[in-house]
């Protein structure tokens, strides 16, 4: 089994920053995709950030050039560096993994809050 902790959610002024941690811990032999996926109230979810194990990002048209996702693969972690938040950038984000090996090999964190104010 594989969990994920994700950490760094909060309350921000529109404007400011944030940076999200999401570390993964268990039986894993590799990590391939790191991804951040967010959720607003009444909204499906929806993809933010990705990033594969060989450091090839993809982002989010609403997310370009604000949002900055890198991994850390010795520690299993990957971060989401977040900055001109926006009102709109409320959500809950949530970490997901696929593995190298599987299945199972797809997980999700358990989500943590991000509230920007105007």
């Known amino acids: 089994q594989v969990q994920l902790v994700e950490s760094g959610g909060g309350l921000v002024q529109a404007g400011g920053s944030l940076r999200l941690s999401c570390a993964a811990s268990?039986?894993?032999?590799?990590?391939?995709?790191m991804a951040w996926y967010r959720q607003a109230p009444e909204k499906q979810r929806e993809a933010v950030a990705s990033?594969?194990?060989?450091?090839?990002?993809d982002y989010a048209d609403s997310v370009k050039g604000r949002f900055t996702i890198s991994r850390d693969n010795a520690k299993n972690t990957v971060y989401l560096q977040m900055n001109s938040l926006k009102p709109e950038d409320t959500a809950v984000y949530y970490c997901?993994?696929?593995?190298?090996?599987?299945?199972?090999?797809?997980?999700w964190g358990q989500g943590t809050q991000v509230t920007v104010s105007p």
């Open positions: 997901n993994v696929i593995l190298l090996r599987g299945p199972p090999n797809n997980y």
């Open positions: 268990g039986t894993i032999f590799g990590i391939n995709v």
């Open positions: 990033i594969t194990r060989g450091g090839s990002t």
